[in-house]
């Protein structure tokens, strides 16, 4: 079986042209892109203590993982508890008309993350606690994370490549397989 060359840099020529076109999207785009996901959350119990006291905690982080500074982060509470932000971050509460708070960062470069305890006493828990949170850009994307080993750059371009290729083959199968059937 020969191979034509023409038939597949015209099936690859589209492919890799969008991998490009993504590489360079990826590149080039220059816009915040704020994401947040839950860090942990528990309680504890303190037996030592006459009576005993139950303490509850969580935190959430808060990351800009774009390209660009990002104003305005607003993070809504229904009640707002003791928290300690880290690293220590310039930030203000403000009171909503409805009562509740949210906390206020004027700014978070590219890049930088922010991980925001709290620490409450029960009844109160870590779904009575937060909102919503925001930016001037819009709402921030909340993810849902398991921790993961994250591969190396080499690894993943090569994991790339590897698509890109069965992806080709593929097409170039399905195609002698089509003039094979006429």
């Known amino acids: 079986m020969t191979i034509d ?24 785009e220059s816009r915040p892109k704020v994401v947040s996901y839950i ?76 991980t925001i305890t709290y620490l409450y006493f029960p009844p109160l828990t870590w779904q009575m606690v937060n909102t919503c949170i925001e930016s001037d850009t819009g709402s921030v994307k909340i993810l849902n994370v398991l921790p993961t080993v994250q591969l190396s750059k080499w690894m993943l371009l090569i994991l790339w490549f590897l698509t890109g290729y069965g992806v080709i083959a593929l097409i170039y199968s399905t195609y002698e397989f089509y003039k094979w059937m006429q």
């Open 5 to 28: 060359w023409n038939v597949v840099a015209t099936i690859a020529a589209p492919i890799m042209s969008l991998f490009v076109g993504v590489i360079i999207d990826r590149v080039i």
């Open 39 to 114: 860090g942990h959350v528990s309680g504890i119990n303190l037996t030592k203590t006459n009576p005993s006291l139950s303490v509850n905690t969580h935190s959430i982080v808060v990351r800009n993982a774009g390209n660009k500074l990002e104003t305005n982060i607003r993070i809504g509470h229904v009640e707002l508890p003791d928290y300690q932000i880290f690293p220590d971050i310039d930030h203000e509460v403000k009171t909503l008309p409805s009562g509740q708070k949210e906390i206020v960062i004027p700014k978070l470069v590219p890049k930088k993350q922010i």
